[in-house]
């Protein structure tokens, strides 16, 4: 964007240099383009059909779908999809989503920070609910261009135990560290 910006500025700069003087004979387009083609943008991740059933399977599936959906909000700022996945209850999930809200509102960028799972399980919480603990490894992120937000996070490896319960679908309750 900045770089269309910039060509649209010289352009209008080149233009109105001409003005009062001569014109010359018209240049020939160049055929080549010169702004370089932008990234598709993401798009929001499909819930699985798993993650829809009332079952220890579908709890698990739900909690991989839930940070499937963390990254995806990372990437497009689009905070809407992560909030329609938590209770009213939920600080850490309010925690994040905020964090993701203040950077777009600065105009700032948030680049890695993907969650991958590598062991998850669930118990049932007596209820209706699960409690699933995962383990996942967390790639290096960083964050610029938006003030005092801005940091580098290196990444790593954590355990999370997340509190899941059942309202016609699953949602996050809450989750926190384990480590």
């Known amino acids: 964007m900045k770089r269309l910006l910039a060509l649209l500025a010289t352009g209008a700069a080149l233009a109105l240099s001409g003005c009062g003087q001569a014109a010359d004979p018209p240049a020939q387009a160049d055929p080549t383009p010169s702004v370089s083609p932008t990234k598709a943008a993401p ?25 499937r959906v963390v990254d995806y909000a990372q990437l497009s700022r689009d905070t809407d999809p ?15 989503r905020k964090w993701i809200e203040q950077i ?28 699933v603990f ?35 679908g699953w949602r996050v309750a809450s989750w926190d560290t384990t480590d």
Request: glycine share 10%; net charge positive.
């Open 82 to 96: 992560l909030s329609a996945l938590q209770t009213s209850r939920c600080r850490a999930c309010d925690a994040g």
């Open 134 to 168: 995962l383990r996942q490894s967390t790639s290096p992120q960083r964050v610029s261009g938006a003030g005092d937000l801005n940091n580098r996070y290196s990444g790593g490896r954590q355990h999370l135990v997340m509190n899941l319960s059942w309202a016609s």
């Open 43 to 67: 798009t929001a991740p499909v819930m699985p059909d798993a993650a829809t059933q009332q079952t220890k399977a579908g709890a698990i599936a739900f909690a991989r779908y839930y940070w």
């Open 104 to 131: 777009d509102r600065r105009h700032g960028t948030i680049s890695g920070g993907q969650h991958r799972i590598t062991a998850v399980e669930a118990h049932s919480d007596s209820g209706t609910g699960f409690i």
